[in-house]
């Protein structure tokens, strides 16, 4: 779309048909959570949450939760999934419509882990109403979808934050603050490693559809495209080799379980592979992995699962010049939250830089575009 013909008609055009324009959701299993919904700070922003299809959402209202906002409403279409949400958080009100939560004046911020391909128009309707944004990974699955949402946000002044797992991981922010104290040198390579469980009768139909998910890359490896860009300091980079592919799985023609990519760029270089083939002996859904290489030393990270036998996830491995020790991350805060309030209030970027958060996007894209098909 030519961006002198995505303007302001066009927005009210999508935001009053947005109650028709959303294709019949897919369902999932969300995270079986019954406690009850407890305030954990003094409120400092109102926010709503549109789109529950991805379990991913509940850390996400964790997350503003804990970082100072009262969750007000939220509006989800599968009565389900609806039912098991309303029972984590009884205390925000179901609204009748998408339309209820965007018109809400009282609203400074929209949560979304709605479908993938549905994901970004929701955020440009979002920015129109004046409402900030934070949505799941993939936060956008087209190139379209992306010059759009820079559009909008570049006219609204928004906030469009793309949530992964950096925000909430403790392994990983602790190995941000080893990198930036020099422990390893300067940062060669990361390599990301993010396989997963299928579960394939627990998976809602879209999930085995590549175009409404985003794809593997664009999908999973946002995580992994978001650390190399974080770690390297990269700011030009360049997909070197990407490829995807339906191994195991052609009974879902549409699907993709295997990609892999390798990156360079003006900060350092990178590898990254995605999966679905975590097996079941395995005591979580997936032994993610990253490794990040210095000039003088690495850290490894084991994010969900230390197969030796140590409990719990976030283990972290330092090995330099002059030590190799294990390092605990228990005890490392998670800001991801707290600055985002923070920027709704301020007009700040301090939780995500907004051309970042494009940039990873836009390598997710263009890997999972350039992707050789293989199987």
Not at 206 to 224: K, L, P, V, Y
Not at 336 to 365: H, I, K, P, S, W
Request: proline share 4%.
């Amino acid at each position: 779309m030519n961006k002198n013909n995505f303007n302001r008609r066009n927005f009210i055009k999508n935001t009053a048909t947005s109650s028709l324009g959303l294709a019949v959701l897919g369902t999932g299993s969300l995270s079986s959570i019954s406690a009850p919904y407890i305030k954990k700070v003094t409120p400092r922003i109102n926010f709503s949450v549109i789109g529950i299809n991805h379990g991913h959402i509940y850390a996400q209202v964790e997350m503003i939760l804990k970082g100072g906002g009262n969750f007000i409403s939220f509006y989800g279409k599968e009565p389900e999934l609806v039912s098991a949400f309303s029972k984590r958080y009884p205390n925000a009100k179901l609204a009748g419509s998408e339309n209820e939560v965007l018109e809400d004046e009282s609203v400074d911020l929209i949560l979304s882990a709605s479908i993938p391909d549905e994901r970004a128009p929701l955020g440009i309707r979002a920015m129109l109403h004046g409402k900030d944004f934070m949505v799941d990974k993939p936060g956008i699955t087209t190139l379209q979808q992306l010059e759009d949402v820079r559009y909008a946000q570049k006219k609204t002044n928004r906030i469009y934050s793309i949530n992964t797992e950096r925000c909430e991981s403790q392994s990983i922010v602790k190995a941000g603050e080893l990198v930036k104290s020099g422990a390893i040198g300067k940062v060669v390579q990361t390599i990301g490693l993010g396989p997963h469980r299928m579960n394939p009768g627990s998976r809602p139909e879209w999930f085995f559809d590549a175009e409404r998910s985003g794809g593997i890359i664009c999908d999973i490896g946002s995580h992994q495209f978001d650390q190399y860009l974080f770690f390297t300091g990269t700011t030009k980079p360049q997909v070197v080799a990407a490829q995807k592919g339906n191994i195991n799985n052609t009974q879902y023609p549409l699907f993709e379980d295997f990609g892999d990519v390798m990156l360079r760029g003006d900060g350092g270089m990178g590898y990254l592979r995605v999966d679905w083939f975590s097996p079941d002996g395995l005591k979580t859904w997936g032994d993610g992995r990253l490794t990040i290489l210095g000039t003088d030393g690495y850290i490894e990270i084991r994010k969900n699962i230390d197969i030796e036998g140590r409990p719990g996830r976030n283990h972290l491995f330092l090995v330099n010049q002059k030590e190799r020790k294990y390092v605990d991350c228990s005890d490392v805060s998670l800001n991801y939250g707290q600055q985002l309030v923070d920027d709704v209030l301020n007009r700040t970027e301090t939780a995500m830089g907004q051309e970042y958060c494009f940039l990873v996007a836009e390598l997710g894209l263009i890997a999972q575009k350039k992707a050789q098909r293989i199987g």
